[in-house]
């Protein structure tokens, strides 16, 4: 099978995921923010308090973002540019969970981080991340869906589909499969879930495959403080090569900072400040590879936790990247191994033998000077069988190879990252 979603929602054994900013709409115009930024009224931002077991949760899906980009990096070819949705992809393996049983699921429970938290922990922690990204900057716009497709005649354990239902939310469609109409409707539900971003990302279904989880997220969001200057620019490509590029300015400002032994770390406010894009800048003389094999998510976390306010002088290329990856292999790579073989189960699920087939993942992200834009689909496919001040301002030109994360700012759950090598 073969399919292509852009919307993050959990309905099957294959995972999509796709990534997109202002370009949805097929105007290469920045968004419109009225020409005013003092026209934009923010309210307050309020936080997510999270429990002690929510705050460790959140942690781990930290872990589990880095963890997936050094996999990706090492298993998906043309990795010049990568664009993932960790959060879109652990909320249609957390779906997917619910079905696996023994060591099928506990082998999902490592690759996720989530081993020593209950299924049950899981699902509320999804299940309020779902409830409350949406309502935490009145300028921002997050929202997640999810479905499970299910193919005539296959009929899973009424206690999974409750499940997905009241935990995730879930929509729980009946079609068959052998009829072309359906991969249309399954289009449009994915197209409509991410405002238009993902289109046509699922080409074909077998009629022998049972069921699709899919899971869509779609963010976009404006700068606090929009760039107002743009210059024409060199950007050192993955491989060494110079490539012309349209580079965002914001000279002697205040961003807040970080800095490690092997990179640099800079973000840059969206609306009240709840959501944040941080920039990962490798030193000069460090590989954007071997940052990446170096990082870790508590390293990750403690640059995020370093961060000041520090003055600026900031250069960002605008850039839009829109690809489709098929995940299967970086997720073995994880260590999700039995769910791909005919000795994985499921029987949580349904009684009949199931094993997944493909994971894939479509994105489409644009960053340019109003803010970014961006939409996921997660499809997983299941067949049958189984504030310190600096007196100078510190040049952070992001004109060479980057990593960039979005993400929330009071849990740190990273909703979308990539890796930039070429714009």
């Not at 990204?133 to 296959?154: K, P, Q």
């Not at 060199?234 to 580079?247: H, P, Y």
């Not at 960053?367 to 007196?391: C, K, L, Q, R």
Request: glycine share 6%; hydrophobic share 40%.
């Amino acid at each position: 099978m073969r399919t292509t979603l852009q919307q993050i929602s959990a309905a099957a054994l294959s995972i999509m995921i796709g990534l997109s900013f202002s370009g949805c709409s097929n105007n290469d115009e920045p968004a419109s923010n009225n020409g005013n930024e003092n026209e934009v009224r923010f309210e307050a931002r309020a936080d997510i308090a999270l429990s002690e077991t929510e705050a460790q949760l959140a942690k781990q899906s930290v872990d589990f973002s880095i963890r997936l980009l050094q996999s990706a990096n090492k298993t998906i070819a043309g990795n010049e540019q990568i664009a993932l949705s960790p959060l879109s992809a652990s909320m249609a393996l957390s779906m997917l969970n619910n079905g696996a049983a023994n060591e099928t699921q506990e082998e999902l429970m490592e690759s996720l981080g989530l081993s020593g938290f209950s299924v049950e922990d899981v699902n509320a922690f999804s299940k309020r991340l779902m409830l409350e990204l949406n309502d935490l900057d009145n300028t921002s716009t997050i929202s997640t869906a999810n479905s499970v497709w299910l193919n005539e005649g296959f009929t899973p354990k009424k206690s999974f589909t409750g499940t997905l239902t009241e935990n995730f939310d879930a929509e729980v469609k009946v079609k068959d499969f052998s009829e072309a109409k359906t991969v249309d409707l399954i289009n449009e539900w994915c197209e409509e879930k991410t405002n238009g971003c993902i289109q046509d990302i699922l080409k074909e279904l077998s009629s022998e495959e049972r069921m699709l989880l899919i899971n869509a997220l779609y963010f976009k969001a404006i700068w606090n403080s929009p760039f107002r200057k743009t210059e024409e620019g060199t950007f050192t490509t993955f491989q060494g090569e110079q490539q012309e590029a349209s580079f965002m300015h914001k000279d002697e400002t205040r961003f807040l900072y970080s800095e490690s032994e092997t990179f640099e770390m800079a973000e840059i406010q969206y609306g009240n400040n709840a959501f944040g894009f941080t920039v990962l800048l490798p030193k000069e003389g460090v590989g954007i590879d071997e940052c990446i094999e170096r990082l870790s998510g508590e390293e990750w976390l403690e640059a995020v936790e370093a961060m000041k306010s520090t003055l600026l002088n900031l250069k960002l290329p605008k850039f839009k990247v829109g690809r489709t990856d098929n995940l299967t292999n970086a997720l073995k790579e994880m260590g999700i191994v039995k769910a791909f073989s005919k000795n994985a189960d499921f029987t949580s699920l349904s009684d009949e033998e199931l094993t997944l087939s493909t994971v894939l993942q479509g994105n489409s992200i644009s960053v340019d000077e109003n803010g970014t834009e961006a939409a996921a689909v997660t499809i997983i496919t299941a067949p049958t069988s189984s504030n310190e001040v600096n007196p100078q301002p510190i040049d952070f030109h992001a004109d060479r190879p980057f990593l960039y994360f979005i993400k929330e700012k009071s849990t740190n759950v990273i909703l979308f990252m990539g890796k930039i090598g070429k714009i």
